[in-house]
């Protein structure tokens, strides 16, 4: 799987819009951006995943560049409930369920 | 609908105790895999299986044994606890190994070693 690199923390105002950059020069044509988020004491929970095309659901939207050397996970109206780890991680679609998980970014969201 | 349920919640053991940490989910998913995370990393794989019968090793398996007999549990075994071992255990499960479903993780078992 190829190695991302995120900020390891951001502070986000309530209310505003949250971007989280994440970087990853060497993703393989075949490998998914996943982002998943860990907020204190729980298990880790899954927001979007996209393979080259920007997705969005109701939590948040996912941003690919054309290269797929980067991409950017956007929470549209942070809360106090976004506050939590988030982590990108890149993975194959087939043949592996391994997720690699880095250390992350500390998202806080300050009221 | 519960998801991925783990007991128990928090557990202390002895050096050289032996404990079964247990996972259960009820989505019919073939895939189901543990994780440790420590202070300060991210999650590490333990072990792994994508179904019922079939297990294998993840990146840190010394000291663990898994099972699965059944598509709705995945137990992880520790044979004689070791300090190293004080850790958060996570268990997650997908629909279907090699596919482009998430990983669904249930809340941890915060495991303490003396």
């Known amino acids: 799987d190829a190695k991302t690199t995120q900020p390891t923390s951001m502070d986000c105002a309530e209310g505003r819009a949250a971007n989280l950059p994440c970087n990853h020069s060497?993703?393989?044509?075949?490998?998914?951006v996943y982002w998943y988020r860990q907020i204190h004491s729980q298990g880790p929970q899954y927001i979007i995943h996209?393979?080259?095309n920007n997705e969005t659901n109701e939590m948040a939207s996912l941003i690919i560049t054309e290269d797929r050397k980067s991409s950017t996970l956007i929470l549209p109206h942070a809360t106090l409930r976004d506050t939590a780890v988030y982590y990108c991680?890149?993975?194959?679609?087939?043949?592996?369920?391994?997720?690699?998980f880095g250390t992350g970014t500390r998202l806080t969201i300050i009221p | 609908n519960a998801g991925v349920t783990q007991t128990p919640k928090f557990q202390v053991l002895k050096t050289g105790q032996s404990m079964t940490l247990q996972c259960a989910q009820d989505?019919?998913?073939?895939?189901m895999s543990w994780y440790r995370q420590d202070p300060g990393m991210g999650l590490r794989l333990i072990h792994y299986?994508?179904?019922?019968?079939?297990?294998d090793q993840g990146e840190v398996p010394n000291g663990y044994n898994v099972s699965r007999s059944t598509t709705e549990d995945f137990p992880l075994r520790l044979l004689s606890a070791a300090p190293s071992q004080t850790s958060v255990y996570f268990c997650?499960?997908?629909?279907?190994?090699?596919?482009?479903?998430?990983?669904?993780f249930g809340d941890g078992t915060r495991l303490s070693i003396l």
């Open positions: 997650a499960s997908s629909y279907q190994y090699s596919s482009n479903q998430p990983q669904h």
């Open positions: 060497t993703i393989s044509g075949n490998e998914y």
């Open positions: 996209g393979l080259k």
């Open positions: 991680i890149v993975r194959e679609n087939f043949g592996n369920e391994k997720l690699t």
């Open positions: 989505m019919n998913h073939e895939y």
């Open positions: 299986s994508v179904g019922a019968g079939i297990t």
